[in-house]
Each structure stands twice: as C-alpha cells, then as structure tokens.
C-alpha cells in the first residue's frame, strides 16, 4: 500500500466575512443596493458550493464579485475573489485560481482578515500547484497576519506543508502547537487535522501505538462532528499505519470502512483507491479470492468515476486529493 496519504490536501470551506460597513465597530449607515446584492450573491454561492453545484456556485460567486467592484467594496470584492480561487482550485483549475488569488492579494493588504485568509488560499494552491517551498513562505504569512480565531488552522496548513517536504521535526512542532491552540479555541476540525498530523509523524517514527492513538481521537472527533470525508481519511491513515505495522488483517478491516464511508459520500475516485489498496493487502494476506473481488470492484469504479466533476464539493467538508 503506496499511497502517499501523508501528504493530502484538507480543503477549508469557502471564506465568509461579514463586515459592519467596511472596517471599524462603530455603526454604519444602511449599505446601497449593490452591496447587499453582494452580499446575498455571496451567501448563495457558498451554499451552491456546499451542496455540490458548482456552477451555480461559480455563477454566484462572479455576480457577487461584479456587484461589489461596480461600488468599489474592496473587502467584498476581495472575498468573493477568495471564494473564486479556492472554488476553482478544488475544481483543479489552478491557472484560474491563481488568477482570482493574485487579484485579492492585490487588494487585501488593507484589512488583517482579509490578507490572512487570502495568504492562507495562496498557500494551498501553491501546494496544490506542486511548490512546498513557496507554500511554506505564505502560509507563514498567513500566520503573521491572523489576528482573529484562526490562528490553529493557519498552522495546521504549516504542519502539512513540512509533511510534504519531510521535515517531520517541524511539523510535529506546529501541530503540536496548533493543537493546543485549537483545542483552547474549541476548532473541533482543525483540532482532528491537528491529530491526523500528529498520527502521520508518529507513523513515520515507527511510533506504531502512538500514531493509532492520534488518529483515533481524530476520527472520535470528525465522527462527532459529522465530517464524512475527514473520517475516510482517518480510516485511511490508521489502515496504512496498520500496514506498516505489519498488521495486516486490521488495515484490511480499515480500508473496508474507507470504502464504505466514501462511496456513500459519493467520493468514487477514492473508493477506487480504497479497492486498489485492499487487493494488495489481500494479496499479501495470500487471499487471492478477495484481492480480486476488489480488484474488480476497483475497474468498476474507475468507469464511474470517469464521469465524477473533479474537485466535487464534498472536497469543502474532507481531504480534497493529495498534489
């Protein structure tokens, strides 16, 4: 089993901020027409996304981004344009969200919520586009420019970062760290991706129990929670670092529960992976019987999945695919 789970991608959900006028707590005039069209365009959008409709988030998100430029809203405009990149960058279109994020930084550097969350969307797509190293430099960007109650995921989006270019050491320190700072913030989701990394290191170190351990509260958690993609990536990591452990029955256990959890979730492209990987462990358990079973599960899933839009919604709530 080769997949290189610890270095997946957790998408974050499309970014809302809410802003009395444009900046400050003191109370605002009533706002014109266009913005709260903006507005409502952009809540719209967001739900579209959240239930899988991308065009319709697409063409939402553009009407919100239109509205908010034609009155020069520049906090709403460079939201929209964050939604847009991170909406096309789970669509895997990276050359337009690339596009959309560099619009928004243009513009972001105004409000400390806005530069942050666009550094936060920069990094992800420079690690999605295959540049750990650029990655590395705006998530630490989006560290520096956190000032509300997202510090844990900035760090986390570090953590992950240092996985995917083997510096184990350090990411175990800002997973640590972010951990503590989640679990204070009560972020139950980003509390369980900071498990998750935690596991992985863990794994590496041939720290077999101890990875069980953290992967375990995070599935406790994301099972709680409700988050279906992050529990398949959970049952993921513990079938692999079974595996690794030599304990084969149980990964095949694990893996059985990964396929179940995505394929009900409509996540077919990894089902399949789910399948390839319980044939080899079936293999080496000697059981040709199953390792072909699911062998042919796996070719009838890759026809489904050929017709699957790439960077479905569900991408918002789980681990999107790895770069």
Known sequence: ?????CYCLWASPLFVLLLAGCFGGKAQPARPEAQLRAKTAL????????KGDSPEAEKQLTQSLSLSTSVEDYPARATALINLSRLHRLQHDLPKAETSIDLALAIAGIDSRLLAEAAYEKALLELASDRPET????ANKAIAAER?????SRLNLAGRIQLVRGRWS???????KSLAENRSAGQAEEEANSLRILGIV??????????TQFLQEALLIDKRIGKSGKIAADLEELAETASNAGNLRESAAYLERAYEVNLAGGRLRQALENQESLAGVYAKL?????????RETARKLESQSTFQTPGNSSATISP???P
């Open 1 to 5: 089993m080769n997949r290189p789970s």
């Open 43 to 50: 809540s719209r959008g967001i739900r579209a996304e959240q």
């Open 135 to 138: 990655a590395l430099e705006w």
């Open 148 to 152: 509300e109650g997202a510090l844990g």
């Open 170 to 176: 350090e990411a175990e320190a800002l997973a640590g």
């Open 202 to 211: 863990a794994r590496n170190d041939k720290k077999y129990d101890r990875g």
């Open 286 to 294: 000697g059981e040709e019987d199953k390792a072909n079973r699911a």
């Open 320 to 322: 999107s695919s790895r």
